[in-house]
């Protein structure tokens, strides 16, 4: 076993893909292929360090990455073996699965199988990057100090620990300050809407939602029986005036006023003044969502709406899923200081889904710094990989794609050339493997006659670990878009 992994991994020290990486994809393609069949036995850490000749702590970064993705299990003293779970899921080249989908059934692929993250993939960060032996070491210790106490019903509204850590952080690092008791704990972004939207508003009510803006938002609202009135967006963000005056009587408005998705534009000051100032007149409801406003690579992070509310109207949403890794499920929402009794009163009627070790962790590794500094490091890695793959599309792509400069956040706009379509063209590259989306396809409403403004090609960049690879993709990109103009 240890010559055919020798003979496996074949590492190549010449590359600027770090050797970490390169046993992980080594192992990984030999899973995917059937080279490595299910419940096989993998050397272990020390022995195939040696084998190959590199620190064991490079070898430990491959496993724990192939276990954190369901390639391989580790059974403790046992060893480590291929995830005996893959015989009843067999995978198949990424290229086989995709091509054999409808471009509408790539996405429904992938969520039954997580176990691939596609190129260019949006909404993940860095996965490569994270630092998972602290992360292991904070759960470890949480189950280590875990006392008969602990073991019974959570608080419905997130725990203590967890609810002080991210107060303390919201003052020291968004502007704000807020109590404790003020921030609740939700299994991710859906449950934090389904919480405000079942404490706050009725059906039948009318909200304005940002077009484009996040897909997943408008059949959320659209389920719980509420009426989605889209206003568009432009260079300074949702465009409130025209919002006021064609629908003034919304009870809610879902905004992202730091970093705009999908256009990465910022909500200006003066239309700040006048949402706020719209709220309180009308006694509706701001909710601030503040996915990815950590990630600002020129200057400080905006400072959020929700640090100019005087009134209390604002509703401030946060997730870790884009700073630490999705897996989590771990949202928050920070209510104004009178709503703080009916959530209270709402959560009793429900469960917080996110389980309490997960939230001692986090709060751990808060109070012990490490999600500080991974925040700082993600910021330089992000603008060196986003630039990266900025340099490469105009390079490749001159004449067909203009990359939008904006100043943060953890995915790319390339603007098409009025030629081309990005309907067409993403539904071509989610055919080949890349999961590149459309802008178009991010706008609430379906429009008669195609608009240049929104033809252009959203990408994940976070996980573009080195030059040949971006390299590598982007050329596959250049071929699926001249396929297409030429079809």
């Known amino acids: ?25 080594r192992i990984k393609d030999a899973i995917v292929q059937g080279a490595l069949l299910p419940d096989t036995r993998v050397p272990s850490v020390r022995a195939l360090a040696s084998e190959v000749g590199v620190a064991r702590g490079t070898v430990e970064n491959a496993y724990a990455q192939l276990i954190a993705e369901g390639y391989l299990q580790s059974r403790g003293q046992g060893g480590t073996y291929v995830s005996p779970q893959l015989i009843d899921a067999p995978l198949l080249p990424l290229n086989s699965v995709v091509e054999s989908c409808p471009p509408i059934a790539v996405n429904n692929a992938l969520s039954a199988n997580r176990m691939m993250a596609l190129p260019f993939q949006l909404g993940l960060p860095a ?7 602290q992360w292991g070491r904070m759960m470890a210790k949480q189950l280590h100090n875990m006392t008969a106490a602990s073991l019974g019903h959570p608080p419905v509204t997130g725990l203590p620990a967890l609810r002080e850590s991210i107060a303390h952080y919201l003052q020291l690092s968004r502007g704000f300050s807020c109590q404790p008791e003020q921030v609740f704990i939700c299994a991710g972004y859906q449950a934090l809407l389904d919480l405000v939207v ?100 020129q200057g400080r992070p905006l400072p959020p709406l929700k640090s100019m509310d005087r009134q209390g109207r604002v509703l401030y949403a946060g997730t870790f899923s884009k700073v630490m890794f999705p ?13 703080v009794a009916i959530f209270n009163h709402r ?39 986003r630039e990266r793959l900025s340099v490469i599309l105009m390079r490749q792509l001159a ?89």
């Not at 909500?267 to 309180?280: P, Q, Y």
């Not at 990005?422 to 590259?429: G, L, P, V, Y």
Request: glycine letters at 6%; charged letters at 25%.
């Open 127 to 133: 996965l490569d990057a994270f630092p998972r032996a």
């Open 399 to 487: 004449g067909i794609v203009e990359v939008e400069r904006q100043s943060g956040g953890i995915q790319l706009l390339a603007r098409l050339d009025s030629h081309f379509v990005d309907r067409e063209i993403a539904a071509e590259a989610q055919r080949q493997g890349l999961a590149i989306q459309a802008l178009s396809d991010w706008g609430l409403v379906q429009r008669a006659k195609r608009n240049e403004r929104e033809n252009g090609l959203l990408m994940g960049f976070t996980n573009l670990t080195s030059e040949a690879e971006t390299d590598q993709l982007v050329a596959r990109l250049a071929k699926i878009i001249r396929s297409v103009s030429e079809g």
């Open 198 to 297: 079942s404490t706050l508003l009725k059906p039948g009510d009318c909200g304005w939602l940002e077009d484009p803006g996040y897909p997943a938002t408008e059949p959320l609202i659209r389920e719980a029986g509420l009426i989605p009135y889209p206003v568009k967006v432009d260079d300074e963000g949702m465009d409130v005036a025209t919002a006021i005056q064609s629908c003034p009587h919304a009870r809610f408005a879902i905004v992202t006023p730091a970093h705009q998705s999908p256009l990465g534009v910022a909500l200006s000051l003066v239309r700040r003044m006048a949402l706020l100032d719209w709220a309180e007149q009308q006694q509706s409801w701001i909710i601030e969502d503040d996915y990815d406003s950590e990630f600002r690579y």
């Open 1 to 25: 076993m240890m010559k055919v992994f020798s003979r496996l991994l074949n590492l190549d020290r010449h590359q600027n893909e770090p050797v970490y990486r390169q046993i992980y994809q």
């Open 347 to 385: 959560c009793q009627l429900r469960t917080c889904a996110c389980p309490p070790l997960i939230q001692a962790s986090v709060a751990e590794f808060m109070n012990q710094g490490h999600f500080y500094r991974h925040l700082k490091r993600m910021r330089h890695l992000y603008a060196e990989r």
């Open 327 to 339: 897996a989590l499920r771990l949202a928050y929402l920070v209510v104004p200081p009178a709503l």
